[in-house]
């Protein structure tokens, strides 16, 4: 079965993430529309191809060696964002800080905290993502998912909402999402959204090549209610380097590509940084980061020392 009009071989893939790193993938789609993206889906299911969805690239690292499936990066519509009266409408493929200032600036209240979440709306519904005391649960108030035999609409209990994850499978798209907010003064809002993007300008690393927050923060009683950034900086992680990757200067939790890095260097000081952690405090620290393609984690990483 030859591949649907439109769909591209051998797509590098290093030029939709933030941190610049990582092969191509053997097919690579922009859909436009929710039937565009059920027929790729069909398409891919029928060839027996995984498939990956990318959003901002800004939690992705790329196998060096690629992705042997399809990738797509939703387009056209499915980037939309609308207001219906106190709720907003989104393609999966919106950015969420762009919804967030939208909703801002129509006196929309609820959304604020998307602004520090520079990854899609597709994207956030999957890893339930949230930041600053923010939830995407709370607001969410149903989506459209496409799947290989059409789309079907979900509420949020459906999604099996968990600490940064979801139920969604691989062969799921997120193609559409509503909001359900509360009318406020513009002013007000744009005001919190300015202090949200301050606090994350003071403690994070910006305008360099990085993926984003790198571990999740431990539940481990032994971490003592520390962060994984806290926990990395007490092991003296801040700064670490393999090769052209490093952990940043300013925030031990973010990984910086110096330049030319690969996805084997960032994997490397994962590893090391994952590793001091665990002998100093005895804390596993778990990647946040997703991976796609066959990624190969060094031999030490299972901590089996």
């Known amino acids: ?27 690579f789609a922009r859909p436009e529309t929710e039937q565009r993206v059920i027929e790729l889906l ?15 690239g800004s939690n992705l690292l790329v196998s060096d060696d690629g992705f042997r499936g399809l990738v797509m990066k939703l387009a056209g519509s499915l980037t939309r964002v609308e207001r219906e009266g106190d709720r907003i ?4 493929g919106a950015r969420l800080p762009s919804a967030a200032a939208k909703a801002a600036g129509w006196g929309l209240m609820g959304l604020e905290f998307g ?19 923010g939830e995407l649960g709370r607001v969410l108030e149903r989506v459209t998912v496409c799947t290989p035999g059409g789309s079907e609409e979900r509420r949020p209990d459906d999604l099996g909402f968990r600490y940064r994850g979801s139920n969604l499978g691989d062969q799921e798209v997120v193609a559409l999402a509503s909001f359900a907010l509360a009318e406020a003064n513009p002013a007000d809002v744009k005001a919190t959204m300015a202090d949200m993007r301050r606090r994350r300008k003071e403690a994070q690393p ?39 990757a490093r952990l940043s200067p300013k925030h031990a939790n973010f990984v910086e590509n110096t330049g030319g890095a690969t996805t084997s260097d960032i994997l490397e000081v994962m590893a090391e940084a994952r590793r001091q ?11 946040e980061v997703q991976v796609l393609g066959d990624v190969k984690w060094p031999e030490d990483w299972s901590l089996q020392r």
């Open 115 to 133: 602004v520090n979440i520079p990854g899609t709306v597709g994207g956030a519904v999957r890893m339930n993502a949230n930041a600053y005391g």
């Open 206 to 244: 910006s305008g360099i090549k990085t993926f984003g927050s790198t571990f999740i923060n431990p539940d481990d009683p032994r971490a003592e209610g520390r962060s994984a950034g806290q926990l990395l900086d007490a092991a003296g992680c801040r700064g670490l380097q393999v090769g052209a």
């Open 1 to 27: 079965m030859s591949a649907p009009k439109g769909v591209e071989r051998d797509y590098p893939l290093s030029r939709l993430t933030t941190v610049r790193a990582g092969g191509a993938a053997d097919h």
């Open 42 to 56: 069909a398409w891919a299911k029928a060839e027996g191809l995984p498939v990956g969805v990318v959003g901002s």
């Open 89 to 92: 409408v989104c393609g999966g």
């Open 277 to 287: 952690v665990h002998e100093r405090f005895g804390v596993t620290l778990e990647p």
